[in-house]
């Protein structure tokens, strides 16, 4: 019995189509309200460079103040990308930190440092198309000293 290949040609149209398609399902661009007093650059005021380094760095997906640029209007790149962002968001969000407990933000915290000094965060998947996101040794030593001083700060409002 002899199997019949298809065509390139009919495969490649395929794909297109699908591809045309998929672009009718759109993702929800609303970020949720912001809540300025909620923040945690209000709540805890940094020095200016670390509030640049969380805007420029972290905010996009750990936060309710994502920008979203022009690939995201595009099927199924969007939906990869939204999926990103819920789980920044559901994993840490800075626009809620007032809502989270004393316990929760020295955990955040603590992971905020390791992440950080881990070279993990920000992820590299976005830096490739965020250049302006990437942190250089100082940024990183900077950002992680500043998220340990706020680690102990939180521990000893407790007191």
């Not at 939204?82 to 316990?103: A, D, M, P, V």
């Not at 929760?104 to 390791?114: A, I, P, R, S």
Request: with cysteine.
């Amino acid at each position: 019995m002899k199997i019949k290949q298809l065509p390139f040609k009919k495969i490649a149209t395929g794909i297109i189509l699908v591809l045309l398609v998929i672009q009718v399902i759109r993702i929800d661009k609303t970020n949720p309200p912001l809540k300025e007093e909620k923040d945690l650059i209000s709540g805890l005021n940094p020095p200016p460079g670390i509030t640049h380094i969380l805007k420029t760095s972290c905010y996009d997906c750990h936060s309710n103040e994502t920008a979203y640029p022009w690939y995201t209007n595009v099927a199924p790149v969007s939906w990869w990308i939204k999926n990103h962002i819920n789980n920044g968001r559901e994993e840490l969000n800075f626009s809620e930190w007032i809502n989270y407990t004393s316990r929760k933000k020295d955990h955040k915290l603590e992971e905020c440092v390791e992440m950080v000094e881990g070279n993990e965060m920000p992820l590299y998947s976005y830096t490739l198309l965020h250049r302006n996101a990437i942190l250089n040794g100082d940024q990183r030593h900077a950002l992680a000293v500043w998220f340990e001083s706020q680690r102990t700060y939180e521990s000893e409002k407790d007191r």
